[in-house]
DNA sequence: CTTGACATACTCACTAGTTCGTACATTTTA
DNA sequence: TAAAATGTACGAACTAGTGAGTATGTCAAG
């Protein structure tokens, strides 16, 4: 396999490619896909321009590929959570609290997620990778409800699309709306206190909505 | 004042701003800031890219005018919403659904507030008439909050900050994210039914949060 | 084990086209 | 006539992308 190389120095295609996908994802993440420079990129990697146009083809190429790394990191963090366990009121906050801490530990997927939204989803409509992602939460969560309602903790039979779309609106927008609304409301929702305020919040919201 | 003008064709400085500003909203608002294109707007109003720069002085000063301007559109919006008449809980469904109704009949809004966020808000920050936005809706919140209290209707005393997060993180995210969402769930945000049920679903869960 | 052929990895310099912004000329209004 | 408003044409700087050649590592044959 040929995995690492201590010291001989040069051609390693794969950390090329690594670092290039580093450096990119930060500039796309900070300027978007149009104010995001391939010369900026391209300065601040061990290798030069043409390899980025030799490995990814275009800019729009490795926006692509920026993006699909991107949600293949999150595809593997929701799927070794083991909820079945739990009973279905612990299994949500569980949940929804990797939910919450996963947006607050990675603003530049929730920036790159923004961006995609702003040019249409256009280039993760043209990713198989992307729009073929198994969705399981989804399953997880169609699971907890329907164990919640026979058991009778919950009140309510609701879509589980539903309940993701409300546990994520809140988690989303809490980064990528943060210096709007940080400006408008003079409060830094990274502070610790805040944070866990709202984590308690969102996870009380969701559990009366199903038990009302 | 002189309004509007029937016959004569020229001259007119007030419609030839609202016309760049009409224009350059929509091209902000689909290619962002850095993907707008100056001469795109100039060829889309009746004038020239030269009375842009004549009025705006720069592609980022024309960026900041539109930005404004659809900050105070909302403004207005959220200031002449009477509810101090109506009972805590109808009060609060009237102001959930007119933020959902906003939001939903403002995409554009939307998109700029998404783009800005990209930008950490830098602009807004440098705006007095934005950062000086007078923040009604929390007056109005925080009033319901306590009658709600008091009158014995909701258990909870809630930050009416938090509160308006948790309402218009919802909101917000449905319009902003419905291409990325949309995509992977494949379903379609914007349809009647689902709208109602959305819109219903987010002030159930506010008001169970409430109550409970 | 050494030579040489070949594919992959990489470098440097360059270009074609775009994009913001402006100099200059002209018309309209007061 | 002065000031404000507008149109045309142009340029300087930037930016995505490429042409052409070099280095590195692998592997087969001698």
Known sequence: ???????????????????????????????????????AIAEKT????????????SKEGLYLAVLERAYRKIRTLEEDLQLSNLPPEQALRVLISTTFDHDEANPDFVRLVSIENIHHAAHMLRSDAI?????????????????????????????PIDIHMLISAFCFFRVSNRYTFGTIFRRDLSEPATMERHKGMIADAVISYLKA
Chains 1, 2 share one sequence.
Not at 17 to 35: K, P, R, S, W, Y
Not at 144 to 158: C, E, K, N, S, W
């Open 1 to 39: 396999m040929a995995a690492k190389r201590e010291n001989g120095r040069k051609n390693d295609p794969q950390r090329t490619q690594e670092n290039i996908l580093d450096v990119a994802t930060e500039e796309f993440a900070t300027h978007g896909l149009a104010g995001g420079r391939v010369d």
């Open 46 to 57: 061990r290798t030069s321009k043409r390899m980025i146009y030799y490995y990814f083809g």
């Open 131 to 159: 729009r073929d992602l198994n969705v399981s939460v989804i399953e997880t969560i169609a699971a907890i409800l329907a164990r919640g309602v026979t058991g009778g903790v919950f009140a309510r039979t609701a879509d």
